[in-house]
């Protein structure tokens, strides 16, 4: 069964930092770009950023909004992926998850949301 | 404010059929292909389109994606309770370097 289960996240004043952790298990992680996408309460989903697979590069992109303090990483031989918060704003305050994009099957796994709180 | 544009809400009573607009632009939609999500209350996302019209594994053919330009449309045929949820459309953004989501659209079965 393909799975990612996050962690890390909890309450952190304004200004501190995050790492969020994203472990895989259940299929090739290595073969995937990982996406990050946020949901405060009652709103939409927020893509934050994406971590292309190795055969791209492990190129990264960032919204606007988080570049420059978020920082997006991966480790293949752990089937980890990670996502470093600095700088925070209360504004960031919402569930993360982890997002897993295959070739030919689309975003199909994601993780279970972690609950990051800004205050 | 969202880059795709989602009605808010739609309904329908059990087993009629419900459409879910998205609108979007040529540097998203008009480019690339788009997905369609599935969250049920207190859930993650789950992924019920991919490539504008392929079911992922498990989905029944109840569900079905169609793109024309800059817009793309879901439908839900022989709508159940069980379908209740808040809907949203996905594509990677080409000018922002990012996938947007639309807005998202809650379905109620009356």
């Known amino acids: 069964e393909m799975q990612l289960v996050e962690s890390g996240g909890g309450l952190v004043q304004p200004g501190g930092s995050l790492q969020l952790s994203c472990a895989a298990s259940?299929?090739?992680?290595?073969?995937?770009?990982i996406h990050w996408v946020r949901q405060a309460s009652g709103k939409g989903l927020e893509s934050i950023g994406r971590?292309?697979?190795?055969?791209?590069?492990?190129?990264?992109t960032y919204v606007a909004s988080v570049k420059g303090r978020f920082t997006l990483s991966r480790d293949d031989s752990q089937n980890t992926a990670y996502l470093q918060m600095t700088s925070l704003k209360t504004e960031d305050t919402a569930v993360y998850y982890c997002?897993?994009?295959?070739?030919?099957?689309?975003?199909?796994?994601w993780g279970q949301g972690t609950t990051v709180t800004v205050s | 404010q969202s880059v795709l544009t989602q009605p808010p809400s739609v309904s329908a009573a059990p087993g009629q059929k419900v459409t879910i607009s998205c609108s979007g632009s040529?540097?998203?939609?008009?480019?690339?292909?788009v997905s369609w999500y599935q969250q049920l209350p207190g859930t993650a996302p789950k992924l019920l389109i991919y490539?504008?019209?392929k079911r992922s594994s498990g989905i029944p053919d109840r569900f079905s994606g169609s793109k024309s330009g800059t817009s793309a449309t879901l439908g839900i045929t022989g709508l159940q309770t069980g379908d209740e949820a808040d809907y949203y459309c996905?594509?990677?953004?080409?000018?922002?370097?990012?996938?947007?989501f639309g807005s998202g659209t809650k379905v109620t079965v009356l």
């Open positions: 997002a897993f994009y295959r070739a030919g099957y689309g975003m199909d796994v």
């Open positions: 259940g299929f090739i992680f290595s073969d995937s770009d």
């Open positions: 971590m292309t697979r190795k055969v791209h590069g492990y190129a990264t």
């Open positions: 040529t540097s998203n939609i008009g480019t690339y292909a």
């Open positions: 490539e504008n019209n």
């Open positions: 996905g594509a990677w953004d080409t000018s922002l370097s990012a996938e947007v």
